[in-house]
């Protein structure tokens, strides 16, 4: 398991190179190691999956508990990525898309319909699953309901699950559609997952915040058995945690810099096995 440093606008770019989707060269670029190491392993399709809060450091604290993602991290590589935003729309939005926030401008979903208005050949507006989709391939995203929406017109494949105050029920639905989106055999999926993220707001307590971050360990295994070989999985953050009193009053040095760079954990890996 080798750690390096990327930023979250670069994975657009990689998966683009990775499985040839023309797209117009966004400000991210292709992560280069993870070209030879899919190029080594011939991978076909790729999964991104958004958990959704975790950090770098956060991750690191969970990975002993979180033994699906740590099993998949080291097969793969795990990087600590630069994060563009603070907040879960724009820093989606620059996953996607391959911009920084500022060149992108959407702060909230409403944002995607205004700047559409614009000009809807944007090609900053234009995730990976919809230039994906425009040159013929099979591109899912399965998100909560007014993003999925979002993609009406841009990718055929979207499965939206409605906010909810059950959070853990909400992931176990995206998990349930992803699975199922699976079995159609997308060139690309993405995938949000929102447990730890809404834990980290209401809970108090990091017994509680396990809980979370158990449930996420679940979904996160359950869609990697689901998939094919071949296919390379970009599991991220989106952002730090918040709420970085709460979660860092017994925090070393190393831990609090990264909240404060807000640095997340990216975890690539090539599934080899059926
Ligand atoms: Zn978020």
Redesign the pocket.
């Known amino acids: 398991m080798r750690i390096l440093e990327c930023n979250t606008i670069d994975i657009a770019p990689t998966i683009a190179r990775l499985l040839k989707i023309p797209m117009v060269p966004p400000a991210g670029r292709p992560i280069q190691v993870v070209e030879s190491y899919a190029k080594e392993r011939g991978c076909k399709r790729a999964v991104i999956i ?1 958990v ?2 975790l950090g770098y450091s956060l991750y690191k604290h969970l990975s002993t508990l979180m033994i699906n993602l740590s099993g998949i991290a080291e097969k793969g590589i795990l990087f600590r990525c630069k994060s563009a935003a603070t ?2 729309s724009p ?2 939005a620059s996953i996607f898309t391959g911009y920084p926030p500022e060149m992108h401008n959407i702060y909230s979903t409403s944002d995607i319909y205004t700047e559409r208005a614009k000009d809807s050949e944007n090609p900053r507006l234009k995730s990976v699953m919809e230039w994906a989709y425009r040159a013929g391939m099979k591109a899912s995203a399965v998100i909560e309901s007014e993003g999925a929406e979002s993609f009406r017109g841009r990718i055929k494949d979207f499965y939206g699950v409605p906010n909810s105050e059950d959070i853990l029920d909400y992931d176990l639905k995206i998990t349930s559609y992803a699975v199922r989106a699976l079995k159609e055999k997308p060139d690309v999926l993405a995938v949000h997952l ?1 447990a730890l ?1 809404r834990f980290s707001h209401r809970a108090e307590s990091w017994k509680e915040l396990r809980k979370a971050a158990k449930a996420v360990d679940e979904n996160l295994g359950e869609i990697y058995r689901s998939a094919e070989k071949g296919t390379i999985f970009f599991i991220c ?3 730090a945690i ?1 709420g970085g009193e709460k979660w860092l009053k017994d925090a070393e040095g190393e831990a609090i810099k990264n909240h404060r760079e807000n640095l997340v954990a990216l975890i690539v890996a090539c599934k080899q096995e059926a």
């Open positions: 958004v959704d809060s907040i879960t820093a989606l929102r993220d953050g989106d952002h918040h």
